[in-house]
């Protein structure tokens, strides 16, 4: 969000987003404990003398007795995402536009400066509010450092190729909220079994295909979550039902109607797609790791009673429709 998109649109949307650069200096400065790294807006790199930065840098431009160099200049771009970096060597007006607004953001600052704008109690809480994401983010950054290595995804290849397969199953469900209600159109079904199609359209809370009898249609492994996946390949043919399976959805009754059988996919065709599988629980697995840590260790403990009473003093949540197990 603080990359600097100066190279297009109106004048005015230029130079308030040109003023971004500033907020960037003063988190700089907070977490540094000391003064902020620019003054007047301008990088230190910027304010040495004249004599000192023409040794280091070309001069690209000079304003308010200082001079933008051409190591500012690389300093600004290397912020900007391919894309953006690529537009501004499209035309020399895209790059002088990018070299006038950033310049425009340094006299705003100091402008902003003599108002003593960055002592405004406002402006101040907003930045802590900065600081404190951007640190979170730091953190959680650490925790989604993951390697796998070549040999772990053969591992998991030859362990798992039941889920390369390109086999497909048919299937229908009813969802529900409680386990209870799941047994009991279960054990109905069980004498039956014609009843599914009814007791879909009258108890299933997945009203995208209820009144179908909760037909879900052809799906291959994996395209389902894991614990609905497992259950409705683990049926052995069409017309039967599995027991009550529960997903984060809530709980499922399903019903195989088809099978579309296939072939298990080469190793080479399927590395990519398994590395990035695992990388992905990786992450997961640490995440979910370290913040179970930290509650631990920091004693959470959430009063759930006096929570339901704030929210039924606010109206209560509102719900959502609840989303097929894809």
Known sequence: MFENHLVSGSRRRLIQ???????LALVAAACEGGKPAVQGGTSTAAQK????SADKSAVLATYDGKNFTLDKYKESTGRLNARARKSLNESVDRRRQFVENDILSDLIYAEGEKRGFEKDPEIRKRLDELLRHLVVQRVMEEQQNATVTDPDVRAYYDAHPQEFST????????????????????DKLQADPSQFTALAAEHSKDLSNAKRGGDLGLFGRGRMVKEFDEAAFALTKDGEISKPVQTRFGWHVIMRTGREEGTVQPFDQVKNQIKVKMVSDLRREKTTSFLDELKKKSGLKINDDELAKAMAAEGGAEEEAPPSPH
Do not use: C, F, W
Not at 17 to 23: E, F, K, P, S, W
Not at 49 to 52: F, I, L, R, V, Y
Not at 167 to 186: F, G, M, P, T
């Open 167 to 186: 086999e497909r199953a048919k299937a229908s469900h009813i969802l529900v909220d409680n386990e209870q209600l799941a047994k009991e159109i279960y």
């Open 49 to 52: 003398p004249a004599s000192e």
């Open 17 to 23: 987003l040109a003023g971004m650069t500033a907020v």
